[in-house]
């Protein structure tokens, strides 16, 4: 069965400090992970998307690391600001045949809560 | 704000109500997607359109009726629903073809809560 499993469920940090946020995934046949930020109340934000062919990607003070070996990825966050409180999704898209968009297997979520 | 827009916000309805929620996307996409977000679930997919064609229906209960009479608009049509329907709804798009991976661009989704 298809899962992608996030740690830890919740989080809280002082800001300016960083944070890593963990994601293991049982998705086969892989075709690329994506994080994602969703604000409370709105819809999710994509921050990050990884092929199998990259093992790190940045947007700002975001970045992304895959191991498609152990199939494990991770989000760091850098100098962390009151703004990233926030969930922040993994999802991992299967080759899905003749299908254009691929499957998405999402997270739970972990939920990021920064303190000043 | 996102190119992808959702209305109403939030609805509240009662289980012998008739609703639609809407959703419009200004980004040119070709593919237009339902999801439930329930509180601390995943999110679920219900439907997927590609060219207005309905490619995906992931064993939505026949309450929920999804409509897409182009590429840039997408219903779901809402009538007796129950308690646990009460959740998160969103709305997504994305290109159906090109270079993939298909980033999808999510509205800001409609807070249904079912009395």
């Known amino acids: 069965k298809n899962q992608v499993e996030q740690s830890p469920q919740s989080l809280i940090i002082l800001e300016g400090k960083n944070c890593t946020l963990q994601c293991n995934y049982t998705v086969s046949p892989f075709s690329n992970l994506r994080w994602y930020k969703q604000d409370t109340g709105r819809g999710p934000v994509s921050l990050t998307i990884m092929t199998f062919s990259e093992n790190t990607k940045s947007n700002g003070r975001y970045t992304a690391t895959l191991d498609a070996d152990t199939k494990q990825s991770s989000l760091h966050i850098t100098a962390s600001q009151l703004s990233d409180s926030a969930s922040y999704i993994c999802v991992v898209s299967v080759h899905a045949g003749g299908t254009s968009y691929g499957k998405l297997t999402f997270g739970q979520g972990t939920i990021l809560t920064v303190h000043p | 704000e996102t190119g992808v827009t959702q209305t109403p916000r939030h609805l509240v309805m009662g289980m012998t109500n008739k609703k639609s929620l809407k959703c419009e996307q200004h980004l040119g996409h070709n593919a237009m997607y339902w999801y439930k977000q329930s509180a601390k679930k995943p999110l679920e997919l219900m439907f997927v359109?590609?060219?207005?064609?309905?490619?995906e229906n992931n064993s939505v209960p026949s309450r929920f009726s999804p409509e897409c009479p182009n590429s840039s608009h997408l219903f779901l049509h809402l009538h007796t629903l129950q308690p646990e329907d009460s959740a998160l709804y969103l709305c997504a798009s994305s290109q159906a073809f090109g270079t993939m991976p298909y980033e999808q661009y999510f509205g800001p989704g409609t807070r249904l809560t079912v009395t």
């Open positions: 359109y590609n060219f207005k064609e309905q490619t």
